[in-house]
């Protein structure tokens, strides 16, 4: 599993004309499964983006979590994440999970941090998105279980 974070100052995702996901300050997370994924590695991924410190403490320095700074934390599938792009130049999307079980794996990882955290939005699977962010700093990070 993999997820691209970014710390914002407002997201949002909207589908078809409607916003369906929407946050004020917090993390953009990107999430992209593979076949190997499962609720364990779900669960481990959530607690990671909940608790990675990657807001500013009083003196400035990177060392408080979404949690702390109370932020939103917005959730949008991303399977191109799991593209393999070392050789060519087209990706290769063998490396993500099917859709079905995918679907079934990212409602789960949504419902899991839903209980971790009350502050949850999402997109909508395998949906065309739009999806809006003000990116702070910028800070993007790459974050990986197994």
Do not use: H
């Amino acid at each position: 599993m993999k997820a691209l974070i970014q710390r914002v100052s407002a997201a949002s995702v909207t589908v078809e004309g409607q916003v369906v996901g929407e946050i004020e300050q917090g993390i953009l997370a990107y999430i992209g499964l593979g076949p190997e994924d499962s609720l364990d590695t779900a669960k481990k991924m959530i607690d990671k983006i909940l608790t990675y410190r990657i807001f500013d403490n009083e003196a400035g320095k990177l060392d408080k979590n979404v949690q702390q700074v109370e932020g939103g934390l917005l959730v949008v599938s991303q399977f191109t994440l799991m593209a393999k792009t070392d050789k060519g130049r087209r990706p290769d999307f063998g490396g993500a999970m099917a859709p079905a079980a995918a679907s079934a794996l990212f409602e789960q990882l949504v419902d899991y941090a839903k209980q971790q955290y009350p502050k949850v939005e999402t997109g909508k699977f395998a949906a065309e998105m739009l999806v809006k962010a003000d990116n702070d700093g910028p800070l993007n990070f790459i974050l990986e279980t197994n």
